[in-house]
């Protein structure tokens, strides 16, 4: 086998190596994709696609040769010389041997190449689509969550309002109501206050930008 061929065998030999860690069964794609954004592979992301056209290239070439390798090696076992000659018959069938395990090398490392980064891909794909359901599970209980405790408070007040008699029915009832505009007053009251704090803040900002204005004035005449 001759040095090219060697190393497209232990890169196919490496393509089924990666492809078989890809798929253990133990790793989630989120802990994949973690793994995807790791700086080294941030810097490496800028050549990943000429290499990978580049690859895909050179496997194309070499499948190419090793068919016609083939077909070459076909053929002229077929001759009258080669029948006549057994050395020559047995040469020839070892070089049709070669050419045949060149084009099972090529072809598998061209395909297990194409393989590998479409995995690569749908495995990126399967971690952004699971943590965008998660997000959206999360978003979700939450909205029940928060719907089911203004229902049991519609409720209260509505079993409150209608299920009690005279006097005290309305007591309840104003109670209840009595307790959320004390609510919204407090809320309104921090909003009060949060709106004083940022025009004194604004005051204060005012006040240095004049004071730099004025040095910036004062500066300016020191040096005319």
């Known amino acids: 086998m001759t040095l090219q061929w060697t190393a497209v065998a232990l890169f196919l030999y490496v393509e089924i190596g990666v492809l078989l860690i890809l798929c253990l069964p133990f790793v989630s794609a989120t802990r994949w994709q973690s793994i995807f954004q790791l700086r080294i592979w941030n810097k490496m992301a800028r050549f990943w696609n000429k290499f990978f056209l580049a690859m895909i290239i050179i496997l194309i070439v070499l499948f190419l040769d090793a068919v016609r390798e083939v077909r070459k090696y076909s053929g002229a076992g077929n001759s009258k010389d080669a029948n006549l000659h057994p050395n ?23 395909f297990l190449w194409l393989v590998l ?37 519609n409720e209260l007040l509505k079993q409150t309002l209608m299920d009690g008699k005279g006097n005290k029915a309305t007591a309840e009832g104003n109670e209840l109501l009595k307790k959320e505009m004390e609510k919204l007053r407090g809320e309104l009251k921090g909003s009060g206050e949060a709106l004083i704090k940022s025009q004194s803040e604004m005051e204060a900002m005012k006040k240095q930008s004049d004071g730099l204005t004025i040095e910036y004035d004062r500066l300016l005449k020191e040096h005319q």
Do not use: C, P, W
């Not at 020559?88 to 061209?110: E, P, T, V």
């Not at 495995?123 to 978003?139: E, G, R």
């Open 88 to 110: 020559m018959f047995d040469n020839l069938h070892m070089k049709l041997f070669r050419a045949q395990r060149n084009l099972y090398i090529s072809g598998f490392s061209l």
């Open 117 to 153: 980064r479409r995995v690569i891909t749908l495995i990126n794909q399967l971690a952004m689509a699971s943590s965008t359901t998660a997000s959206l599970q999360t978003k979700a209980e939450s909205d029940n969550q928060t719907a089911k405790k203004y229902m049991e408070d």
